[in-house]
């Protein structure tokens, strides 16, 4: 692995941009390792990715992982993971760590919140204990979490909402993210190990409060820029051309990473307008109630309907759950409530997210990126295999 201890806390190489779509492949470089782009990154919330062990998530591959300032903040505090090594060592996972800054929780716990110029006062959602997040909080307590990347503190703003709204919520957003910039130099100059700090774009579903947004923090030195605010509620075409729009005004030399965005679909056609990272909850948090991510589509495999179904969730995957159990034998686990049937399911979900963005790489560096989005689309919405063998085809 390329570490980077003592240097820089993450370094970006683009590697080959295709020439039909603008897709980008990519490296960064960081304290824990490489991270090749387009990725996407498994959700460990409370510093764990439910139901999975770390080496679950080495053995597919998977080379960064997100973890949530906000709930870490509560439980057990950043001090704790501080003083028991960082939060690689707490969980027990020795590449890449990006956090997120709490600011989408100012969208998600709206009615546990309110929102100053200072800052957030959050009541958590645990006890009804209060708690503070600015600009600099968030600095502080993801710098405590050590991590390798972080983000600035913003305002993910509710949809829908008027030009008025997002007005104030941008123009609040780009000037904690600059407070953050000034207060991570200060933790720099006490000698501290900062983490690479990404700048927010945000601004609702208006373009050219987006723009403005995305002009006033690529004037500052963030190491990267994050698209917030979107898939909130809004159509998604109107979705995937903010994305079109904010990119086209983000730096080349810098990695893009579109927050909360986790169906392959809607990655893909991101990747095609120039995103390198992506995070969801969604594929875990849907394979754990049951209705799986495959190559050929969605499989709610806790039906009945799979009770003598004798293939693999994905005949396409070589993820442990897919070699070694059937759809039967899984959805025989979820109708007892073994936890096992969580954990296969959860574990094919991330393999399948984590190999698409990987084949999405080898096709942009290949200079094929359009076929292989148009081929796994079809392939993705034809619905071939999914529906339970019947006895004449068993």
């Not at 060592?89 to 956090?99: C, E, T």
């Not at 100053?116 to 959602?125: D, K, L, P």
Request: charged share 25%.
């Amino acid at each position: 692995m390329t570490f980077l201890a003592g240097g820089p806390p993450a370094r970006f190489r683009l590697s080959a941009i295709d020439p039909g779509t603008g897709a980008r492949a990519g490296t960064l470089l960081t304290r824990h390792g490489p991270v090749e782009t387009p990725v996407f990154m498994p959700v460990g919330t409370q510093a764990t990715v439910k139901t999975l062990e770390p080496r679950d998530l080495e053995g597919m591959g998977a080379s960064i992982l997100l973890v949530n300032t906000y709930h870490l903040m509560l439980r057990p505090g950043a001090q704790a993971v501080r003083d028991l090594g960082g939060v690689h060592p707490f969980m027990g996972w020795d590449r890449a760590v990006l956090s997120d800054s709490g600011g989408f929780q100012v969208l998600s716990l709206a009615n546990l919140r309110k929102i100053r110029e200072e800052g957030v006062t959050f009541r958590s959602h645990l006890d009804g204990s209060a708690h503070e997040l600015s600009p600099e909080r968030a600095m502080e307590i993801q710098t405590l979490l050590g991590v390798d990347i972080m983000m600035s503190f913003d305002e993910c703003l509710q949809y829908p909402a008027t030009e008025d709204e997002a007005i104030l919520s941008m123009e609040r957003t780009v000037r904690w993210a600059r407070r953050g910039l000034t207060h991570r130099a200060k933790l720099a100059d006490g000698g501290e190990a900062v983490p690479a700090l990404f700048g927010i774009v945000q601004g609702g579903v208006y373009s050219h409060l987006r723009a403005r947004c995305a002009e006033a923090l690529t004037a500052e030195p963030f190491d990267g820029y994050s698209l917030g605010g979107l898939w909130v509620g809004e159509p998604a075409a109107e979705s995937h051309a903010l994305v079109a729009a904010d990119t086209a005004l983000l730096p080349a030399d810098k990695p893009r990473y579109l927050m909360g965005v986790g169906t392959p679909l809607d990655l893909l056609a991101a990747v095609a307008h120039g995103v390198d990272m992506f995070d969801c909850v969604l594929p875990t948090r849907n394979a754990r109630k049951g209705t799986v991510l495959t190559s050929r589509g969605k499989i709610v495999v806790k039906n009945a309907a799979y009770a003598k179904d004798n293939r693999p969730l994905d005949p396409d995957c070589d993820c442990y759950a897919c070699r070694r159990f059937s759809r039967a034998y899984i959805r025989h686990l979820f109708a007892t409530g073994e936890i096992l049937g969580m954990r296969l399911a959860s574990l094919h979900a991330v393999a399948f997210m984590v190999r698409t963005m990987r084949q999405a790489r080898e096709a942009i560096i290949l200079g094929r990126y359009d076929a292989f989005h148009r081929e796994f689309r079809e392939r993705y919405t034809s619905g071939e295999g999914l529906l339970p063998a019947t006895r004449e085809t068993a």
